[in-house]
């Protein structure tokens, strides 16, 4: 009697042997659970839901005996790994933008989506998304949330800002937030213009005098 694969249709004498088995096919459908695969499986759907609108919709072995799976799959272990924002809207630009599969992964398309993305956001979205990285930082440091400005390591703030955790829409319109940036060298400070860039953001404070209005409540009533 012999025991076949249904992945790779290896054959083997044994049942043990088979059991213990782990071709890369089976490794795909062990591995579906996991957070990076199911967002790549996720994107996967997305795809072919915005190219193929007549399509039906794609299973989950249709991705996993794909030859796109490895390519999603990588995209979705960077997204998850690094905890970058977003990653179904920031998937659903690369789609509607025809980048290539093999650039999804590249720091400097992910780099030019977050500064457009921030620069054009309204206020509401990135304090909220400010909020948030203040609360899982007072948590970790056991300090409050809203001495986040006044407490946190230069380094730490320069990779939240980097990373669009934290928004110029606080950090320019809180006192405690011209603190930090007073307080940061000239190094440091082109580590985060391109998207903090003082100037730029006088003038979008000048454009959107409500939200402005709205930022400086919160920061009033958080005594930030």
Known sequence: MSFNCKYCKREFTTERTINVHMCSQKRRFVDQDLTHVRLAFRTYQKFYEIN????????????????????????????????????????????????????????????????????KEPAQRGIERSIKCMESWAQEKDHSWNNYFREVSPQLAIHHIRGGKISPWFIFLSESGQDLWSNLNDEQINLIKDIADPVFWRRIFLKNTEEVTLVQDIVEASNL
């Not at 990653?87 to 989506?113: C, G, M, N, Q």
């Open 52 to 119: 193929m609108q007549q399509a039906k919709v794609k299973t989950y072995e249709d991705f996993a005996t794909s030859k796109y799976y490895a390519g999603f799959v990588k995209f979705g272990r960077k997204m998850v790994n690094e905890e970058l924002l977003e990653p179904e809207k920031y998937a659903e630009h690369l789609i509607r933008e025809s980048v290539k599969l093999s650039d999804w992964t590249k720091d400097a398309v992910y780099d030019f989506y977050l500064k457009d993305l921030i620069k």
